[in-house]
């Protein structure tokens, strides 16, 4: 049997993988990983999880949300969890960025991800909202 075909079998293994990756294996936010997390979809709903914060991107933790999951022990852990938004801001990744809808509406991650903003974070928000605001005036202008 493919692990696809088995929801459960597939949301331990994406659950193992968050929580057991390495660096290097994660050097680039894999496609295939986000699309995995979403195939498990309902199988990974009210499923505890504790991925390996500085090493797992947005774009992944955006799709653990949208499933549902349980974040595990992030009260007692919160002022150790770095959340990197390096890569979400990289060009390089445009293939696999989020829009990150779920982990704002997370009540649990959103205050995380605010405290592990950085000013040159904030400077690059500020600028993609600003380009956005600029592109939304131009389009809406041409209708």
């Known amino acids: 049997m493919k692990l696809r075909e088995n929801k459960d079998a597939l949301a331990a293994w994406v659950i193992n993988l968050c929580e057991n990756v390495s660096y ?67 060009p390089d990744y445009d293939s696999t960025r989020r829009s990150l809808d779920f982990l704002a509406s997370d009540p649990v991650l959103v205050l995380q991800l605010a405290r592990n903003l950085s000013g040159h974070d904030l400077q690059k928000v500020i600028l993609i909202l600003f380009l956005f605001t600029m592109a939304q005036q131009r389009f809406s202008c041409r209708k």
């Open 24 to 90: 290097s294996s994660f050097d680039e936010p894999s496609p295939r990983l986000i699309n995995e997390i979403l195939a498990a979809g309902t199988a990974l709903q009210g499923q505890e999880i504790r991925p390996v914060w500085y090493n797992t991107t947005l774009s992944v933790l955006d799709a653990l949300a949208e499933c549902s999951v349980v974040w595990k022990g992030i009260e007692d852990e919160e002022l150790y969890i770095n959340i990197s938004w390096s890569e979400w801001f990289n």
